[in-house]
């Protein structure tokens, strides 16, 4: 099995900061592409911003030039330094990977956390 544990949401207020964390465990032969999802009350879950294996990355318009996103291959982590924050990025904030375990070498598999709440207060 494997598990995603995401640390580090909470309160802040407005032009705030905060650094969430996604812990990866389990029976992993190889994570490729990693990523940070959110979903605000009434709307639909979108993606934040994802880093491939090699580095690359990518971000919604909405989070560009504010958020960062990073892993340590090492520590299979991903995070996501969010500065600037404002009411409108409050909503519970989801880890994904796409990881391959040792049982299936040659199947790569979506796995979720199970969310962590971002709340921005003006």
């Known amino acids: 099995q494997v598990h995603l544990v995401e640390s580090g949401g909470g309160l802040v207020q407005a032009g705030g900061s905060l650094r969430l964390s996604c812990a990866a465990s389990g029976n992993i032969f190889r994570i490729n592409a990693m990523g940070w999802y959110r979903q605000a009350p009434g709307k639909q879950r979108e993606l934040v911003a994802a880093i491939t294996s090699g580095g690359s990355t990518n971000y919604a318009d909405s989070v560009k030039g504010r958020f960062t996103i990073s892993r340590d291959n090492v520590k299979n982590t991903v995070y996501l330094q969010m500065n600037s924050l404002n009411p409108e990025d409050t909503a519970v904030y989801y880890c994904?990977?796409?990881?391959?375990?040792?049982?299936?070498?040659?199947?790569?598999?979506?796995?979720w956390g199970q969310g962590t709440q971002v709340t921005v207060s003006s």
């Open positions: 994904n990977a796409h990881i391959t375990t040792t049982q299936a070498i040659n199947i790569v598999r979506n796995y």
